[in-house]
């Protein structure tokens, strides 16, 4: 199994649906891969075409035993609300196998900063959201060792 470390850069989005009756949507991203979850800072005031230009770091240990249906980034953005609970604006899927895979046989893969499409709730699309991922290999775990904190025990 290799370890890796996957960064995602958010750079923004555009032709957002606006779910606010009175002003601007105020949205924000929950990136998730498998069970790691991160959230990006409230674009406030910037409505249906936010800007975000922000890093996350994702730790990535492939193939995952079978569960390549698992390998795959989402990204749900939401409008924050004050008084109710937040909206769901949409979400995009970003498939990761092949870059996995790329990045074991060449160390580094990158998916260049692209436009991706936003899928709302009822399956129709909302704009678009940009987004970059690099997957960059540091190595093969021993499958023998389990590890305890910071402790290794052979399972012979």
Same mark, same amino acid.
């Given at each position: 199994?290799t ?9 923004g989005?555009?032709? =957002? &649906?606006?779910? @606010?009756f ?7 991203? $929950?990136i /998730?891969?498998?069970n790691?979850e991160?959230?990006?800072?409230k674009?406030s ?8 230009n922000?890093?996350?770091r994702?730790?990535?240990e ?8 698992q390998?795959?980034?989402v =990204? &749900?953005?939401m @409008?924050?609300d004050?008084f109710?609970r937040?909206?769901f $604006?949409? /979400? ?9 895979e790329?990045g074991?046989?060449?160390g580094k893969a990158?998916?260049k900063?692209q436009k991706?499409?936003v899928v ?6 909302h704009g678009?959201i940009n ?5 960059t ?7 023998n060792e389990q ?5 290794k025990e052979?399972?012979?």
């Open positions: 199994m370890i890796g470390i996957m960064d995602v850069t958010l750079v989005a555009r032709g =957002l &649906k606006n779910a @606010d009175l002003g601007k949507i105020d949205p924000y991203v $929950l /998730q891969y498998k790691q991160h959230k990006s800072r674009a005031g910037q409505g249906s075409a936010p800007l975000w922000e890093k996350f994702f730790k990535v492939f193939p995952n035993k079978g569960k390549i249906e390998q795959k980034l =990204l &749900k953005i @409008d924050r004050t109710t937040d909206d $604006l949409g /979400q995009t899927t970003i498939y990761l196998k092949e870059l996995f790329t074991m046989e060449e990158e998916l900063t991706y499409r709302s709730a009822n399956q129709t699309y678009e987004v970059g991922v690099t997957f290999a540091q190595g093969e775990t021993n499958n590890d305890f904190g910071g402790w052979n399972t012979f």
